[in-house]
């Protein structure tokens, strides 16, 4: 083949990768090709390694970028340099890894590179699902199938890391068939070795079909109406020039149009993330949006909300007591006055009664800063408060609402599964998601988001309730399927029927099991490869 020709296959390979691998996040019900997806880049590997290529880790770190700027540039209308440093940075991370990979290969042979290359990805993803920092784990493998719930109703047993586990053994297989063909091992084999080859390549990819569609999820609750308000208020107008009372008007002038029960029967209501504004929690009760919505709950007996909230906390000491902290200046005896902000969701009922959360998985750059030991001493030189790492609350907790535990999921929150299983685990019958995605515009950014809610339901068998500032809200049922939905900016409201349900999954249980065993696996790989002398 000719050396000229070498670039261009390199190109080719990489569109094809970004293409398959693209696809699940854009397009419905194709989620399947990302159990091809990772061939090119497989393919592309292999030839780099019999022509000798130098600086091949530009190649693949390119294809990487490429795939993330296919699927996540819409990061890109809330903040460029965030989008920027959210391709960059996470494409780089996945060129680590398959560059470890690279560096194992000359140090072992076999199949056992391959396997290190998928333990490592998926340690990879579940470090970015619990511990990280900087995450950013929107490109999990296993959220591929996010659109296409049909094939993965397992996930109510491996979660969303055993769809990342399909996709590496999908895609080995397939390469593997390849390799065997290409240099003629497969000749050689013989019938019995064939008929294996192909029997374990054919379950690699139809198998985790064959289990979702024998599964069946039955399990019968208690019901409960729900009423969504979905007030489609743009998020420069709310936050820069809405005044809180016109807001709250809007909203609940769209809610008297639903049809509410003449009786006390229970209604849940929701709002979106950020409801309400500047919501101090030493005086609640004295909020006009809480009372606002009081009013409203006791002229609809048996109905609750749940809102969202920018809740502020004071605390007055002599010494900063939290990062976050906003300084408000010394009092007379030397303490300060410090502002705690949060991101919350605040559930009330019509004779005052509520319960509040804060946010705990925060979005990076606007609510979290990572690393801050490192990122807050920047405060000064950028002339600017950062907010910092750990201003949400530290353990899950249930809102109730009707009388009943709630899981209350918000915005970023809902991309997080075995995160989510701990609402189930404290006693919610009932998942909700409360989100405001305008900030995207009209992108793939809030159906995907959208789209994360309903492998949520299938990993906990939970109906979802999801209110979006300008949309998509849904109900969603145990088996991740949309069963009502609103338009995508435009003021609507939407009723339903959700069942409150107590049983627990095989993923609520036990946790990520095959995070932490592929945890387990490319540590002692990587420790097996390290000690060994070079090939």
């Not at 609402?423 to 019958?429: H, I």
């Not at 540590?523 to 490869?529: F, H, K």
Request: glycine share 8%.
């Amino acid at each position: 083949m000719s050396v000229k020709s070498r670039p261009l296959i390199f190109a080719s390979l990489i569109a094809c990768f970004t293409l398959l691998m693209s696809i699940p996040w854009l397009v419905p019900h194709l989620g399947w090709t990302a159990l091809a997806g990772l061939v090119p880049l497989l393919v592309m590997d292999r030839l780099a390694t019999a022509w000798k290529t130098r600086h091949f880790w530009w190649l693949h770190y390119a294809a990487f970028v490429l795939w993330n700027v296919v699927t996540t540039w819409w990061v890109g209308k809330a903040t460029v340099g965030g989008a920027v440093f959210a391709v960059l940075a996470n494409a780089l991370q996945m060129s680590v890894i398959f560059g470890s990979f690279r560096w194992v290969k000359r140090r072992s042979s076999g199949a056992l590179p391959y396997l290190y290359l998928a333990a490592a990805w998926i340690a990879w993803e579940r470090f970015y699902l619990t511990s990280a920092q900087i995450s950013w784990p929107w490109l999990v493998l296993g959220n591929a199938f996010a659109d296409t719930t049909g094939l993965v109703q397992w996930y109510s047993v491996l979660g969303t890391l055993g769809g990342s586990l399909w996709v590496w053994t999908a895609n080995l297989a397939l390469f593997g068939m390849m390799v065997a063909l290409s240099d003629g091992r497969m000749a050689r084999w013989n019938g019995k070795a064939r008929t294996a080859a192909i029997a374990g390549t054919v379950l690699a990819l139809f198998g985790p079909m064959v289990w979702s569609a024998c599964l069946r999820f039955q399990e019968e609750g208690t019901p409960l109406k729900v009423v969504i308000g979905q007030p489609n208020l743009d998020p420069y107008e709310k936050f820069e020039s809405l005044d809180q009372a016109a807001q709250d008007k809007r909203f609940f002038d769209l809610l008297e149009q639903a049809a509410w029960p003449e009786d006390s029967t229970a209604v849940l209501v929701l709002a979106p993330e950020t409801f309400t504004a500047r919501m101090y929690t030493d005086n609640i009760p004295g909020n006009e949006t809480f009372l606002r919505a009081q009013a409203f709950l006791s002229a609809h007996p048996g109905a609750s909300m749940i809102l969202g909230a920018s809740t502020y906390e004071p605390v007055v000491s002599y010494s900063r007591p939290h990062l976050c902290a906003y300084d408000l200046g010394a009092q007379a005896d030397g303490r300060h006055q410090w502002i705690m902000a949060h991101n919350s969701a605040l559930s009330l009922d019509g004779s005052g009664r509520y319960s509040l959360y804060h946010k705990s998985k925060l979005v990076v750059g606007t609510e979290l800063t990572p690393y801050p030991q490192v990122f807050i001493p920047l405060e000064n030189l950028l002339g600017r408060t950062l907010m910092a790492k750990d201003i949400g609350q530290k353990e899950i907790a249930c809102l109730n609402a009707c009388g009943v535990p709630v899981g209350t999921a918000v915005c970023y929150e809902s991309v997080y599964g075995e995160f989510c299983t701990g609402y189930v685990r404290k006693g919610a019958r009932l998942m909700t998601v409360i989100t405001n995605d305008a900030w995207w515009g009209d992108t793939p950014g809030h159906r995907q988001h959208l789209n994360y809610s309903r492998l949520r339901a299938i990993e906990t068998r939970r109906w979802v309730a999801r209110c979006g500032n300008t949309g998509i809200s849904a109900i969603i049922d145990p088996c991740g399927r949309i069963l009502s939905r609103t338009p995508w900016w435009q003021p609507a409201f939407l009723e339903g029927e959700v069942e409150l349900l107590d049983g627990e999954t095989f993923f609520v249980r036990y946790g990520d099991m095959v995070g932490r065993v592929c945890v387990f696996l490319f540590l002692m790989l990587a420790a097996a490869a390290l000690f060994r002398s070079k090939r």
